[in-house]
């Protein structure tokens, strides 16, 4: 369906950039219902929602006028949570009001505040800015909001999120009271419903988001690990899909340094955005991504907040999302415009019932499997490489001159055999991993049902809004846990066996992580060690899978009181001498 008619300027713009038929929320927003109205729209991250409210207003400020008229006080304000994000919508409407004259001025953090009072006194059509920034301009008498006629909040969510709402509050209650106000957000949850209220007049309710639907254009992809193999899965996902954009999320600022300097380590082009970097820090980062620099960007919730980085076909997830809504607001940094993208999750086999409980609050179907081994990435490698346009291309005569010389010295093999190296040589080496395999009891539809520790079915089906179980260690004060399984390491005291080295080993040969683990009692000839029940089987299968290794491990019973034969095997101790008996009585 072609664009309903618009105002020529802004339906050139679009053919200058492409664009042939609207998005579904682009649509919505031109009905004949919501023209001129105030608008709550509920749409997902990358449905084309900027181009939505840039067309939406367009009847108001431009009506039949072929141009807008001399920049004055502006008579658009953008609110958006994130410098990147405002500052992505300032080159939008630029693009598309362009033709219009419009002259469009940022105010954001962290950029040069006495520039854009500068800007803001030479006159604007269009402000667009963050809430903090924009508050201090208006406090300070730099931006006059008193012709205002268009109030746009985008992604209002995030901004409530990220602790706004005075903010968002003071600007509202400076600008006309007849004004349009158009807020855009990915959910509608009870305090965005609360500020619509407040602050627009018989707005046009409209939902494009399909009630909390996961997007369409992204393939939700569940991969089981070992908890101590989440980078290597990483390396490996990176590797397998050879995506031009990749996003990584971690869960802390620590764990987004740490997975960088490993990802550059073994050769990708990665950069790193934390809330501490500075924002020249930030911006050399993003800018490394858009011109094609750098292609994987490990980043926090907080800091990846309002990007838009170009051709971001794979978002991972390092660390699980804490809940649906950052599930769903991670992925969505992918899948936009109409293009496809791939949302990994990488679930431990220790917080499947987690990831399983997301996934089914989200109403997200992800395909499980284990994370792509060696072999299928090298596999895909050699396809794209067959596939790669300089062996499809016609060559320059120049290079066919040099060619034809190499034909003749080396030879057509050795040539062939020198062009895979050098293919290879420009690629991260993939990593070898162990698949934990299916969980017990995770046989049918993923997170369904929730199971009890007999593992029979409850009666009731999982509510979303049921707390996860708070996860422990394993408990170390019992010798016979239930919780625990005993196994045995033939390498003891008289081998100098220490907790310190041996914590690790278990850790590598039976990929589990140092929390389960339980007691750990080491003999002359043999160590014994508790391994929480939950991990036992896959601690089981992994050092099955590794006979060859010089330090056995083997399943063992808990040990009990020495037998006198233990106590035999000690070398005998000399008493000491009885020292004689001092002046006051005291040995």
């Given at each position: 369906m072609p664009f309903p008619t618009l105002h020529?300027?802004?339906?050139?713009?679009?053919?200058?950039q492409g664009y042939q038929e609207p998005t579904p929320v682009q649509a919505a927003v031109l009905e004949k219902h919501a023209l001129d109205r105030d608008l709550l729209v509920s749409a997902q991250t990358g449905s084309g929602k900027t181009v939505a409210y840039g067309l939406a207003m367009a009847s108001t400020i431009l009506g039949e006028a072929p141009r807008l008229g001399q920049a004055g006080a502006p008579v658009v304000l953008v609110i958006a949570p994130t410098r990147e994000l405002a500052l992505q919508v300032a080159r939008e409407l630029a693009w598309l009001y362009g033709k219009a004259g419009a002259r469009v001025v940022t105010c954001v953090g962290g950029m040069d505040s006495r520039r854009e009072q500068r800007d803001l006194a030479s006159g604007a059509h269009m402000v667009v800015g963050t809430p903090g920034r924009l508050r201090d301009h208006l406090e300070r008498g730099h931006l006059d909001l008193a012709g205002l006629e268009v109030a746009v909040l985008d992604e209002a969510d995030e901004m409530l999120d990220l602790g706004f709402k005075e903010d968002l509050e003071f600007i509202l209650e400076a600008t006309p009271a007849e004004r349009r106000t158009?807020?855009?957000?990915?959910?509608?949850?009870?305090?965005?419903?609360?500020?619509?209220?407040?602050?627009?007049k018989g707005a046009v309710?409209?939902?494009t988001a399909g009630q909390g639907e996961p997007h369409g254009d992204i393939e939700y992809r569940a991969m089981r690990v070992a908890p101590n193999e989440i980078e290597h899965a990483v390396v490996n996902v990176l590797r397998f899909f050879e995506a031009r954009g990749a996003l990584v999320f971690c869960g802390t600022r620590e764990t987004v340094r740490h997975l960088h300097a490993a990802l550059r380590e073994r050769g990708f082009d990665a950069v790193a955005l934390s809330g501490e970097m500075t924002q020249r820090e930030r911006m050399d980062a993003l800018q490394s991504l858009r011109d094609g620099r750098a292609r994987v960007c490990v980043a926090t919730d907080v800091a990846a907040r309002g990007l838009d980085l170009p051709d971001l076909g794979l978002v991972i997830h390092a660390d699980l999302p804490v809940n649906r809504q950052a599930l769903l607001h991670r992925s969505g940094r992918t899948g936009r415009a109409g293009k496809k993208g791939v949302s990994v999750l990488l679930v431990p086999y220790t917080r499947r019932r987690r990831a399983e409980q997301i996934l089914l609050s989200a109403n997200i179907d992800a395909a499980w499997s284990g994370a792509p081994s060696a072999e299928a990435i090298r596999a895909g490698d050699q396809e794209r490489m067959l596939h790669d346009p300089l062996l499809t291309e016609p060559p320059a005569e120049e290079d066919l001159t040099l060619a034809r010389l190499l034909m003749d010295q080396v030879g057509p093999e050795a040539i062939a055999a020198a062009l895979i190296?050098?293919?290879?040589s420009r690629l991260p080496a993939p990593e070898e991993l162990f698949d934990p395999g299916e969980s017990r009891g995770a046989g049918g539809p993923a997170g369904r049902h929730e199971r009890n520790d007999r593992g029979g079915q409850k009666d009731r089906e999982f509510d979303p809004r049921d707390r996860p179980p708070r996860e422990r260690g394993p408990r170390r004060d019992e010798a016979n846990n239930p919780d625990m399984v005993w196994f045995r390491l033939a390498v003891g005291r008289s081998a100098n066996a220490d907790p310190k080295w041996l914590i690790p080993l278990i850790c590598r040969r039976g990929h589990v992580t140092k929390k389960d683990i339980g007691s750990i009692r080491i003999f002359d000839r043999e160590t014994k060690f508790e391994i929480s029940r939950d991990a036992a089987d896959h601690f089981g299968a992994a050092i099955a899978g590794s006979p060859k290794e010089p330090i056995k491990i083997e399943p063992a019973g808990a040990p009990g009181p020495k037998t006198q034969a233990e106590r035999d095997a000690r070398p005998p101790q000399t008493r000491p001498a009885s020292k004689k008996k001092s002046n006051d009585g005291r040995r």
């Open positions: 020529p300027a802004l339906n050139q713009a679009l053919i200058d158009l807020l855009f957000s990915a959910t509608i949850a009870k305090d965005i419903a609360a500020l619509a209220r407040g602050y627009q309710r409209i939902d190296r050098l293919h290879r």
